[in-house]
Structures are given as structure tokens and as C-alpha cells.
């Protein structure tokens, strides 16, 4: 059983109803702040999530098609118009629109605000091998019992281009996103622990994946947030997420 993203498609628009459905229950939670006349950032955060709901399968699925066209079924480290076109609809959907959303609600948008200054490195340091360490030792745990293969062939342009694009640049992006932009940034004003559910459940919203691989993307998450809480910056996550797709890879090939 496959639980993740429910898209749905209507003429050029790309909807992912997970997260609109996410996006309506923040919604929900900021009516009720509001109307207990207390002040919250969760309106803007929905926005956000209505934004990306609506960004991500627009362009990856209909209007990058156009120039970036993929091959059905898709070939990862193959079809290098689907590196391309992953990564773009990345960059549009978690990164440029929504960062020029914050810009035009004149919302902040400074390199601390969105995790990317390391303040205390020793620290950031020692929390990363931490959660590096954690992460790879559940992933491999989980990838041991319900591991599967997604790679049947691969070509050498297009594992270069696949780790440069993939497995840095759009963990880079969707790190910053879900849990810079959603979390980070909000946690001197908001819930720490709303935020952090928000951002977790924003992120599984994209990933399709049987239970066992929810669970342990939801615990790796955990640690994500926790290492994100203790540093106030995305790079200890980042690397977690590079470590274990760089792990995968080898498996697969």
C-alpha cells in the first residue's frame, strides 16, 4: 500500500490534494488563532503550502513537459530530461516562487530566517555526524527488510548529472523549503512542535512509499527537526538526506 501525494491533473494545473488538504487544516488552525485574537504566522504558512500544492506537478507534469519532455515509464540515471525537469520544478516550486511570495508579503527572508548561517559551527558540527549517523543506520535497517530496486540500468552522464541535480541540488532546495521555510524560520513564532509536524507531514506529501518506508521517513524527519532546532540551520539536514540517497545509489548500481 502506497501512501504519499494524490495527484490530480486539470488541463495545464498539476493539484497535489495531500498537501492542499494539509494546507486547508493550517488554514483552519489560523482562523482559530485569529478569532482567539491571538497573533500567528500560520495564515502565511499555508500560503506556502497552497503554493507548492499547486507548483510542483504544474510544472513538472504538464508545462516543463514542453521542454523537457519524459519518457514513460520514467528512467532514473537514464532520461537526463527528467533530472533536468525534476530539478527545475524544484528550484520554481520550493525555492524561487515561494521565496518571492515571503518577499512580496514582506515577510522576512534573511539567510538566518531561512537556516542558512551556521552561528556556532563546533555545534552545527556535532549534531550533523549525529544525525548523519542515525539516519544512515535506519536507513539501512529499513532498506535491509523493504529495500526495492528503482534502478534497472543506468548510463554515465546521467548518474553524474542525477547526483549533482537530485542528490544535491534538490535536497538542498527541498530542505530548505520544508524544513528551513516551514520551520525554521516560524520557530521564534510559533509552536515549535506544530511547526515541526506541519513540515514533516508537508514533506511526506511528496513521497510516495509503502508504510514501513512512511515510518521511517517520519523518524528520519524527527531527527532532521531535531538537529535543525538545536543548530538553527538546514546543513546538518541536508547532509543527512545526501548521505543516505549517495548510500542508495551505490546499492542500486
Known amino acids: 500500500m502506497q501512501f504519499g501525494p494524490y495527484p490530480f491533473y486539470f488541463g495545464p494545473i498539476g493539484i497535489n490534494l495531500t498537501i492542499i488538504i494539509l494546507g486547508l487544516f493550517v488554514l483552519a488552525l489560523a482562523i482559530i488563532q485569529k478569532m482567539r485574537a491571538r497573533r500567528t504566522c500560520l495564515f502565511e504558512i499555508s500560503s506556502l503550502l497552497f503554493l507548492a500544492g499547486f507548483l510542483f506537478l504544474t510544472f513538472h507534469g504538464r508545462l516543463l513537459l514542453l521542454i523537457l519532455p519524459i519518457s514513460l515509464p520514467e528512467e532514473p540515471l537514464v532520461d537526463n530530461n527528467l533530472t533536468l525537469n525534476y530539478m527545475l520544478s524544484n528550484a520554481l516550486a520550493f525555492m524561487i516562487l515561494p521565496i518571492l511570495l515571503l518577499i512580496l508579503l514582506k515577510s522576512d527572508v534573511s539567510l538566518e530566517a531561512l537556516g542558512l548561517r551556521a552561528f556556532n559551527k563546533k555545534k552545527t558540527a556535532i549534531y550533523t555526524f549525529l544525525g548523519v549517523t542515525f539516519n544512515v543506520l535506519i536507513f539501512l535497517l529499513i532498506n535491509t527488510f523493504f529495500g526495492f530496486k528503482w534502478i534497472s540500468h543506468y548510463t554515465p552522464d546521467g548518474l553524474v548529472l542525477w547526483v549533482f541535480f537530485v542528490t544535491f541540488a534538490s535536497v538542498f532546495i527541498q530542505t ?4 528551513g ?10 509552536n515549535g512542535v506544530l511547526l515541526a509536524l506541519i513540515s514533516i507531514l508537508a514533506f511526506q506529501s511528496f513521497t510516495a512509499a509503502s508504510l514501513p518506508w512512511v515510518l521511517a521517513n517520519i523518524l528520519i524527519s524527527c531527527i532532521k527537526i531535531s538537529v535543525i532546532w ?3 540551520n538546514i546543513y546538518g539536514a541536508v547532509l543527512m538526506s545526501i548521505a543516505t540517497n549517495l548510500i542508495d545509489i551505490l546499492i542500486q548500481i
Open 181 to 190: 521555510i516551514l520551520f525554521n524560520k516560524y520557530l521564534t513564532l510559533e
Open 176 to 179: 530548505l523549503f520544508f524544513f
Open 230 to 232: 538545536k543548530t538553527r
